[in-house]
């Protein structure tokens, strides 16, 4: 039997943390069939982001029907877009299929270098947003979507209805990595709102945290799984994995992606 095929859009991680490669390491755990066109070659480790090289337009553009006029895409996610005429091109490419999108608007890297401009970013939240089936913003990328502060969950709550009554997406995951206290997601699915709750893990270890959360949903959804079940699924994934995260490089480690394998594993 085929597997389901999952196509994760987004930046390179050399340093296998984050971006393309947390994506395809997440989606081979999860048995489903990876595929990945790269948007933005990034020099970067757990410490920060040293250089980056954006590829062209019609570049990414030959990348996706390259896939998609081949193989079938049961699911797509995005990550990082840097710039318009990426997004338009995405865009495009994204309305030409029946599948579900799982977009995560990547802005900033774990370190705090950007990844993705402001002018750009209101571009983002225009033309791209509208387009996904599940938007899956942090508490900083919340607040440049919505122009405000988020400081409690309340505000997270509002914030996820907002994201769907306003903006257009269709279901909207805010995730509250970067609040105190336990580690809860809200998920408004244009009908009413879950939470997701873990327990905080005392750990710096989250490098890659988003990019494997969305991976894993898109994962779960290519398989099938209905929106909130590939949300539950893909939260207690990410969970293990930061518990479970490798104290690898000299910043924010990396987590890990055979978290929910019961194998050990030897330095
Ligand atoms: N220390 C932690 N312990 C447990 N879960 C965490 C921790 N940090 C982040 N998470 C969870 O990891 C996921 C990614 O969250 P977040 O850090 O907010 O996103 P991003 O990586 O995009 O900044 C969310 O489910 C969040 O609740
Ligand atoms: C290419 C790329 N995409 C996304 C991130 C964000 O990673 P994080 O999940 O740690 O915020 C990153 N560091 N690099």
């Not at 085929?2 to 393309?20: E, H, K, M, R, Y």
């Not at 948007?39 to 040293?50: L, P």
């Not at 062209?56 to 710039?83: C, W, Y």
């Not at 994962?219 to 699924?233: C, D, F, N, R, W």
């Amino acid at each position: 039997m085929n597997p389901a095929c999952v196509l994760t859009i987004a930046g390179t991680d050399p340093s296998g943390g984050a971006g393309i490669q947390a994506d395809l390491k997440t989606f081979q755990e999860l048995k489903s069939y990876g595929m990945s066109v790269v948007t933005s070659v990034v020099a970067q480790n757990t410490t920060g982001v040293k250089d980056v090289h954006h590829l062209p337009d019609s570049f990414i553009r030959e990348q996706l029907f390259a896939v998609s006029e081949d193989m079938p895409v049961h699911a797509v996610k995005t990550g990082m877009i840097a710039n318009k005429e990426m997004m338009q091109v995405i865009k495009d490419w994204v309305q030409t299929i029946d599948a579900p999108y799982i977009m995560d608007p990547v802005m900033i890297a774990q370190s705090g270098d950007p990844l993705v401009e402001q002018e750009e970013q209101i571009y983002l939240k225009r033309h791209l947003v509208p387009e996904s089936t599940l938007v899956t913003p942090n508490i900083p990328e919340t607040e440049t979507l919505l122009n405000r502060r988020i400081d409690h969950e309340e505000d997270m709550k509002e914030a996820a209805v907002e994201i769907v009554e306003q903006l257009g997406a269709g279901a909207a995951l805010v995730k509250g990595g970067h609040l105190k206290g336990k580690a809860v997601d809200f998920l408004y699915d244009g009908y009413q709102l879950h939470s997701f709750e873990e327990e905080r893990i005392d750990s710096a270890n989250t490098h890659g945290t988003g990019c494997t959360y969305s991976a894993a949903i898109a994962a779960y959804m290519s398989q099938g799984y209905p929106l909130t079940q590939a949300v539950e699924k893909g939260k207690h994934f990410v969970t293990a994995a930061i518990r479970h995260s490798f104290d690898l490089g000299k910043g924010d480690g990396p987590t890990n992606h055979f978290a929910l394998r019961r194998e050990v594993f030897h330095s």
